[in-house]
């Protein structure tokens, strides 16, 4: 099968929709309603997606139904998923919600809202505003650990390469330059193990990072940066 998006100018309405690969036929579609940045995201036999009203929908895969919503906020961050639990952010906070149901597993404070979410090998990692890197249990909520060293101002995604959290750090001012750049922490210690200075041509909304195979891509504006982690 394969998912899609279908933006429509018209008036008719916006919807997701699933088809077959080998000759395309429809299977089912659902109206839904679209923003700017939405989005969605599949694990195991479940949809997630954050409409234009600020509610996640867990869709099943097989039949378009939605199986439960949740209500978000403006301020909420990306939607991650790994088997039978969604993560979400709602500004500090990270919850995680049960596939099956909606209902929450656990949540999460943070001091100021976190940037940069990521998810990998159940763990979850981001960034505070005070440029602090940190790891939590994703089946538990619990703090695995928090970065002693801290960054300039966190910006934009992260990414997870070769057992190393990414991100970046945009200056905070235009005066100031110190801590701009990307950098890298051990997964398992939180040690700053990698860094390298970089101050962005223009200001921008942030740094987007890619991963693949032992490589990762880092892009602010105009500047692509490419890096071989292992």
């Known amino acids: 099968m394969v998912f899609l998006r279908q933006d429509n100018a018209s008036d008719a309405e916006d919807s997701i929709s699933t088809r077959t690969l080998a000759d395309m036929a429809q299977q089912w579609s659902l109206p839904v309603d679209f923003n ?13 997606f954050m409409d234009g009203r600020n509610r996640l929908l867990a869709i099943n895969a097989t039949n378009g139904s939605i199986a439960w919503e949740h209500q978000a906020g403006l301020s909420s961050g990306p939607v991650l998923a790994s088997g039978n639990t969604a993560y979400i952010q709602h500004g500090s906070r ?42 939590i249990d994703a089946a538990t909520g619990r703090t695995r650990w928090t970065s002693r060293s801290k960054v300039g101002s966190p910006s934009g995604d992260s990414v997870i390469c070769s ?16 801590d701009t750049g990307l950098f890298g922490w051990d997964v398992a210690t939180g040690e700053l193990v990698w860094r390298f200075p970089h101050k962005p041509r223009e200001d921008g909304l942030g740094w987007k990072l890619i991963a693949g195979g032992d490589m990762f891509f880092a892009a602010y504006n105009a500047d692509l940066l490419a890096f071989r982690a292992a």
């Open 36 to 48: 700017g940045d939405s989005t969605f995201i599949l694990s195991g036999d479940r949809i997630y």
């Open 94 to 135: 990270i919850l995680a919600l049960d596939a099956a149901t909606g209902r929450t597993r656990w949540d999460y404070s943070a001091r100021g809202k976190p940037s940069g979410l990521s998810l990998s090998q159940g763990s979850l990692y981001a960034l505070d505003p005070g440029g602090m890197a940190f790891s």
């Open 163 to 178: 057992g190393i959290l990414f991100a970046g750090a945009k200056p905070a001012s235009r005066t100031d330059e110190s």
